[in-house]
């Protein structure tokens, strides 16, 4: 058996370059169409998402305005008759309210922080990591050349 090494240190760049210009165009066209087929892929995910998305969030902001809306109502009725010099002025249901409003606020900011710590997900993997190998192949040329 030969070794297949010597053949890969004759492949000189003027062979690389003659290469592109004859199938640089079908190269070219290959990567456009993996990056296209991922965008496709990537669109149809997000849509998917949003439209759930969207129904669940209708939802869920739906039940928890009853369910503040209960809360507020037992609270405030708990809280009748306890607080006589507050209650004469504003009522119990403002206190109940502004303290359910501090609390939301300060889960808004917990989540906001939690929003800034959450890594990022790279889009197009796949094109990136052929990039990169194509960057490696074209280098490991260049200096098989320079030796």
């Known amino acids: 058996m030969t070794d297949p090494a010597p053949q890969e240190r004759d492949f000189s760049i ?13 190269y070219v ?4 169409e993996l990056a296209s087929i991922e965008a496709k892929e990537a669109a149809e995910i997000a849509v998917k998402k949003a439209s759930i998305g969207g129904v669940l969030a209708f939802f869920a902001l739906f039940s928890y305005i009853l369910l503040l809306v209960s809360l507020i109502g037992a609270c405030s009725r708990l809280l ?5 010099t507050v209650e004469q002025y504003v009522g119990t249901w403002p206190l109940v309210t502004f303290g359910f409003f501090i609390i939301h606020l300060l889960c808004v900011f917990i989540f906001l922080d939690k929003l800034k710590n959450v890594g990022k997900i790279v889009p197009f993997q796949h094109t990136l990591a052929e990039l990169e190998k194509d960057k490696q192949w074209l280098q490991q040329i260049k200096s098989s050349k320079e030796s």
């Open 80 to 84: 009748e008759g306890k607080m006589h």
């Open 14 to 26: 003027k062979d690389t370059v003659n290469y592109l210009k004859e199938e640089g165009g079908a």
């Open 29 to 32: 066209k290959t990567k456009v």
